[in-house]
């Protein structure tokens, strides 16, 4: 099963997983916002089955205008995914990390070293990053919770 899993948001990333290969991308965007050309073209080069996104919504105490913004960069992502006619399937951060990092902290830091652990080959710092990106490292689980309950 060939699977995009896409953790929503400025920081967040995108990533591809299958039976032979798994890469990951940190969510492309032009200036601040999703850019929704870039990621229709990465999600329609690599053909998935299904795409899981995170369900996410405005955190309590998070302002009037990120949260707009935030909500402006999710439905970009619905939209790209519905424009280009895949199925997809909504997941709550709890059911996948419960899925996927079960027997760990559930925080950034076990997606991280799942990640390393499970697809060594996937670059967590890419560019100059010198840090993990804990958006790709989620994208990667994600993608892992729908190659595994699809």
């Known amino acids: 099963m060939n699977v995009i899993g896409v953790d929503p948001g400025?920081?967040?990333?995108?990533?591809f997983v299958s039976d032979d290969t798994a890469e990951a991308i940190?969510?492309?965007l032009v200036g601040k916002e999703v850019s929704?050309?870039?990621?229709?073209?990465?999600?329609?080069?690599?053909r998935p089955t299904l795409l899981v996104v995170e369900r996410?919504?405005?955190?309590?105490?998070?302002?009037?205008?990120?949260?707009?913004k935030f909500g402006k960069g999710f439905g970009m992502i619905l939209g790209v995914?519905?424009?280009?006619?895949?199925?997809?399937?909504?997941?709550?951060?709890q059911a996948w990390k419960r899925a996927v990092l079960a027997g760990t902290s559930r925080d950034k830091l076990a997606a991280i070293g799942y990640v390393h652990q499970m697809y060594p080959g996937i670059d967590l710092t890419p560019g100059r990053k010198r840090t993990p990106h804990d958006g790709m490292a989620d994208a990667v689980c994600l993608a892992e919770y729908g190659r595994r309950f699809g």
């Open 56 to 68: 996410v919504g405005s955190m309590p105490g998070e302002g009037v205008v990120s949260s707009f």
């Open 26 to 28: 940190p969510m492309p």
């Open 36 to 46: 929704g050309r870039e990621l229709a073209s990465w999600i329609g080069l690599r």
């Open 10 to 15: 400025q920081s967040g990333g995108v990533a």
């Open 81 to 93: 995914i519905e424009a280009l006619g895949y199925s997809y399937r909504l997941v709550t951060p």
